[in-house]
């Protein structure tokens, strides 16, 4: 495989479309032909998605359009959180950077890259642990890139010496966020349960990988850099998901250009963290607000 490119990891499971979408996509990236695609195939859970999963890994099998191709087929069930610490540890090891996409991520032309030059550019900068694709739909005029606390999982990539200080003891976060006093600050000022979602992985209600990733980072100090225009769509807020309700509260379009990737101070952006707090603090009225609402209309009010 090439190392000119960091290879991109897929992880698919039984959604044939949202997975034809996705790779369509990443096939009419510039850099595609470039790249080494792995994807992992997470095995049926039961009977019903065996069908499904077969369907999905027919499709695979016939991909062109990149570097190569490698399929990982899991025999058993892992479930997302294991499939994707399990595939993103081995392709680290391999490799020493990885870019990781889920099967309901749609990227756009410039997204490998702005991932890539991301990628170089701050391989050696210990501060920064990862690199985001997504951007939120705020209401505000937000730098061309920036720094955040924590790392994200829409479309991401990472480097192994920042993948080894992943922890995957919610345990042992969440006691490390209370003891330094840090679960406000991880909430975004209370704007969004980030501690409520690891007490919930922790007590086994949700299977996140991602909220573990975000904790370690946040804990670590790393920083996520961003694009101020997103270059990722998630198209899996449709309720096909194991972990997506309906919801098109993060709805956006994705840039046709490509952001600038320069070297900037390494610090979270003030600006930036403002904007998600408005941004987050909003959607959640607005969601209170959409309940109230279906409330009403059941009790004829």
């Known amino acids: 495989m090439s190392l000119d490119q960091a290879p991109v990891a897929l992880f698919v499971y039984n959604r044939p479309w949202h997975t034809r979408q996705t790779i369509e996509a990443l096939r009419r990236n510039h850099l595609a032909t470039q790249s080494d695609l792995i994807v992992f195939s997470d095995g049926p859970r039961d009977g019903a998605a065996a069908l499904a999963v077969s369907e999905v890994r027919e499709y695979a099998r016939s991909v062109t359009g990149f570097r190569s191709l490698r399929i990982v087929q899991r025999e058993a069930n892992l479930g997302l959180a294991e499939s994707i610490i399990g595939g993103v540890t081995a392709v680290c090891a391999e490799f020493g950077r990885v870019i990781v996409l889920e099967d309901d991520l749609v990227t756009a032309p410039y997204f490998l890259q702005f991932m890539n030059e991301a990628l170089r550019m701050y391989e050696d900068d210990v501060m920064v642990g990862s690199v985001h694709g997504y951007w939120y739909p705020v209401d505000r005029e937000i730098p061309e890139t920036f720094f955040l606390r924590g790392a994200s999982c829409w479309g991401w990539a990472t480097w192994s010496r920042a993948w080894q200080s992943f922890e995957p003891d919610g345990h042992k976060l969440l006691a490390q966020l209370r003891q330094r006093n840090l679960t406000d600050a991880f909430d975004l000022d209370g704007a969004i349960a980030y501690t409520r979602m690891l007490e919930?992985?922790?007590?086994?209600?949700?299977?996140?990988?991602?909220?573990?990733?975000?904790?370690?980072?946040?804990?670590?100090?790393?920083?996520?850099?961003?694009?101020?225009?997103?270059?990722?769509?998630?198209?899996?807020?449709?309720?096909?998901?194991?972990h997506c309700a309906e919801s098109a509260a993060y709805g956006v379009e994705i840039s046709p250009t490509p952001p600038e990737v320069r070297r900037i101070v390494l610090q979270e952006s003030g600006a930036a963290r403002a904007a998600l707090i408005r941004y987050h603090r909003g959607t959640r009225r607005s969601l209170a607000r959409r309940a109230l609402g279906r409330l009403r209309r059941m009790v004829g009010v």
Not at 200 to 207: E, L, T, V
Not at 227 to 241: E, K
């Open 200 to 242: 919930k992985q922790i007590a086994g209600k949700i299977d996140s990988w991602a909220i573990r990733w975000h904790a370690s980072m946040f804990l670590a100090g790393r920083l996520q850099l961003s694009p101020g225009r997103s270059l990722v769509s998630n198209i899996g807020f449709d309720g096909s998901g194991t």
